[in-house]
């Protein structure tokens, strides 16, 4: 178990899957064929991504989500507590299989995913009136799209009335996304493309102003968007916006990194960082992620990203 640093308590709503991954020269087309190199079986899912990212990078975590009574469930809580996340109440289902995914990664180091749900979409609103005690006890509530829509929706909600900061990775986007979410998100963290699919707008790299203003009159108060090697572009609280340069690194794979980022952003946050400092604390630990295989495998510790701001810093000098 890793090292807690003393800071905010940082709780995860969200999915339990276990990866199926396959590598291929490229990811095939529709009607296509091809011959994979391999496949391994990983622990993921964006919510226990998450959580296991923080754990890994020192913070107090928890996470809350369903799994089915099988061996994948059993794969995915001894990583999940091999990280130090606590998985105390963890919802196991009867009848259900726990949330798997197919994700084929090309030699770039791009991926293509399908997921099949099982436990992750039994979580309700039920569920979350149920565990309230959770949220109370936890300062930073981080949510993302792979567990019901209303589920979502619903633990913002009452996330927002206990006065607690909550985070949403609108991943997977939906194409009707609910707009009452927006009202209850502090800081919402989308890549380019789920940018593009909430506001509508598709040349979103070029109108990132006019994206995440749109957004925010929705009722955000930060729009954090990740940018890959560009970088990060913020719209903060203050409505002051900003961007954070990219990290060059040679990418292996992708899966993890927005998961990355959004847990090293929430653990920077919960230390007390600038939004601006916690953007970039985030952005070094996704660059960490991505020349890694997998989803939790690939993810980095504090002391790597403690000796990536080192070396940052010494090339700045």
Known sequence: MNEKINNKSILVIGSLNVDFVVNVEEIPVAGETCIGSEMVLI?????????????????????????????????????????????????????????????????????????????????????????????????????????????????????????????????????????????????????????????????????????????????????????GKKGVFINDFNDERYHVPGISVKSVDTTAAGDTFTAALAVGLAEGKTIAQAAEYANMAAAIAVTRKGAQSSLPTRGEVKRMQKLSAQEKN
């Open 43 to 227: 622990p993921g899912g964006k919510g226990a991504n998450q959580a296991c990212a923080v754990g890994k990078l020192g913070g107090n975590v928890e996470l809350f989500g369903a799994v089915g009574e099988d061996d994948n469930a059993n794969l995915e809580l001894l990583s999940l507590k091999s990280a130090g996340v606590s998985v105390a109440n963890v919802i196991s289902r009867a009848g259900v299989n726990t949330g798997i995914a197919w994700i084929m990664v090309n030699q770039e180091g791009d991926n293509s995913i399908i997921v099949i749900p099982g436990a992750n979409h039994t979580l309700t609103n039920e569920d979350i009136d149920n565990h309230m005690d959770l949220i109370k006890e936890h300062d930073i509530i981080i949510l993302q799209m792979e567990i019901p829509i209303s589920t979502v929706v619903y633990a913002a909600k009452r996330a927002k009335e206990a006065g607690k900061m909550v985070i949403l990775d609108p991943a997977p986007a939906p194409k009707e996304f609910p707009a009452e979410l927006y009202s209850y998100v502090d800081i919402i963290k989308p890549n380019e493309t789920e940018l593009s699919i909430l506001t509508g707008i598709k040349d979103v790299g070029s109108n990132l102003n006019e994206a995440a203003n749109q957004l925010k009159t929705a009722g955000v108060g930060c729009v954090m968007v990740s940018l």
